[in-house]
């Protein structure tokens, strides 16, 4: 059981819990963070959030806009430090190792851990296939048969391969909405990373896109690790905390 809520705690509450997997059926944790503080200049956004993420699972997290939810998952792969002005406090534990080491690598660990943004972010200048193969190029991968088929494995992965593999050369800023987020989900896909965050990634679309976003995740789920902001509901089912059920409900804000 992913075993989040009860330890999360934020300026605002910021509810999680699990939704996947048989009760009671353990799987190793794969990210453990401890104590986290994040700041953006003075501004202290984060308080003290610790939280378990258990591989094959996806862990949830819900909360009010700006509570620090983004600023969180920024956290466990080492992309909150990229903004001027940002630091943070605490502990991040990955397989056990913490990522914010002296010898570790932040290019490294973002490789390890992928990130999907609330927006989907394209690379504006690349078609469809460059923009799944770029991560896997910036790693030194050039040949056209190996990136073939990541491109075409990532892209059946994240569900839109049956609806661009003819128009792979067209920009990725051609296809709709939804569409680019599933992209964006098979560029994060392409560099095989242990764990994938999912900042709202249905935010922006319409209910049968959502649906098929979060219907991937639990596909995805089978394969690596999951920890997805969210708004919907209804992909709660057992939630640990009963907060977390009022939250939901609207009873507790
Ligand atoms: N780049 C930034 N510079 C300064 N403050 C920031 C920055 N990004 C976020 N913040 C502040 O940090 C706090 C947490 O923001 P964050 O984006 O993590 O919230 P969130 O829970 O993801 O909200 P939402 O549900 O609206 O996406 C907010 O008060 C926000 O104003
Ligand atoms: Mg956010």
Known sequence: MVDLTGTVR???????????????????ERIRAVGLHAYFGRTHAVRGVSLGVQTNRITAIIGPSGCGKSTVLRCLNRMHELVPGAR???????????????????????????????????????????????????????????????VEHSLRQAALWDEVKDVLGRPGTSL???????????????????????????????????????????????????????????LFTRPRDPRTEDYITGRFG
């Open 176 to 234: 709709s909405g939804g569409q680019q987020q599933r992209l964006c989900i098979a560029r994060a896909l392409a560099v095989q990373p242990e764990v994938l965050l999912m900042d709202e990634p249905a935010s922006a679309l319409d209910p049968a896109s959502t649906l098929k976003i979060e219907g991937l995740a639990r596909i995805l789920r089978d394969q690596l690790t999951i920890v997805l902001v969210t708004h919907n509901a209804d």
């Open 88 to 150: 943070m406090e605490g502990q991040v534990l990955l397989d056990n190792e913490d990522i914010y080491a002296g010898e570790m690598d932040p290019v490294m660990i973002r490789r390890r851990v992928g990130m999907v943004f609330q927006r989907a972010t394209p690379f504006p200048t690349m078609s469809i296939y460059d923009n799944v193969a770029a991560g896997l190029r910036l790693n030194g991968v050039r040949d056209r048969r190996t990136l073939d088929d990541v």
């Open 10 to 28: 934020s300026r605002a509450f910021a509810g999680a819990l699990e939704r996947s997997g048989p009760v009671g059926e353990a799987t190793p």
